[in-house]
């Protein structure tokens, strides 16, 4: 069985789009099969990885105009499902059909079985459309950036997941937490950091993801780390990460 993975954090700016591109990738170099899913209207994954303006998109999937393998693109060695900004829309378009929050793992459930890891990039909110995600799911990765209030958004975060739990998807775990955009330079970074994995010690990965330009510039390339810089840090930490996420079970 694949692991379906949501990348989440409430936040805007804290590295899920670039986390979910890195990880798949790296993931696809160690010749795992990989979807990447954009959740997100803003479209983030989808432009930084040069498929802006791809149709259909989740969108239509979601809207059950389009199979998701119709809306299936090929970049590199892994695959993804495009997003795009008709997306905003979705929330309010759903809202009243039985089993909003089911509709993207019905969807998924004809693709699954291809793939070793199906990774949802979700937008910045605790939204209908990140409902979808924790219901397709079955673990979330929360994406945090070492900064000031970095815990603060959580609670609410993992109230949600249990309510999800509850509800919708008994199967759902939190499978780890990521800090990006880590300088272990600043003391602030290392404090919150530090209080991160006293609060979380099991979940939090070895590997923060280090302060590193290359993967905001691999982006406005259209490219992952891997083929834009395959020496950098951000390479490396990514691949460091896909490590631990294939020994974490
Ligand atoms: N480790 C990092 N080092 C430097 N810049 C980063 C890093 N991770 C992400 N960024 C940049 O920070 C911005 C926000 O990242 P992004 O992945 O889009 O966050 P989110 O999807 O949570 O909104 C982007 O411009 C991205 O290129
Ligand atoms: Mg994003």
Redesign the pocket.
């Known amino acids: 069985m694949g692991r379906i993975i949501a990348l989440v ?1 409430q ?9 979910t591109i890195n990880i798949g990738a790296a993931l696809a170099a160690r010749k795992k099969k990989v979807l990447l899913v954009d959740l ?1 209207p803003q479209a ?1 994954l989808t432009i930084a990885l040069g498929a802006k303006g791809a149709a259909p998109t989740v969108y239509d999937v979601l809207k059950g105009r389009a199979g998701i393998g119709a809306a299936v693109l090929a970049h590199g060695a892994y695959r993804l499902v495009p997003s795009g900004p008709d997306l905003s829309g979705a929330e309010l378009e759903i809202a009243s059909v039985a089993g909003r929050e089911c509709i993207l793992k019905e969807a998924l459930e004809a693709v699954e079985k291809d793939y070793d890891f199906i990774l949802i ?1 979700c937008p ?1 909110s605790l939204s209908l459309l990140t409902l979808n995600a924790l219901v397709a799911a079955g673990e979330i990765f929360v ?1 945090l950036q070492t900064e000031f209030l970095a815990l603060e958004g959580m609670s609410q975060l993992l109230d949600t997941v249990d309510l999800v739990k509850k509800r919708l998807n008994s199967q759902l775990r939190l499978g780890g937490i990521v800090a ?3 300088d272990k330079r600043k003391g602030l970074h290392r404090e919150v950091l530090e209080s991160i994995k006293k609060h979380f010690p099991q979940a939090v990965f070895k590997t923060a ?5 290359a ?2 510039e691999a ?1 406005s390339f259209g490219r992952d780390i891997f083929e834009y810089r395959p020496k950098s840090a ?1 390479a490396e930490d990514y691949a460091n990460l896909a490590k631990e996420i294939l020994n974490r079970r």
């Open positions: 954090n936040k805007g700016g804290v590295g899920k789009t670039t986390s997100d983030s990039d910045p994406i990006t955009q880590h993801v280090r302060n590193a330009v993967l905001a982006a951000g």
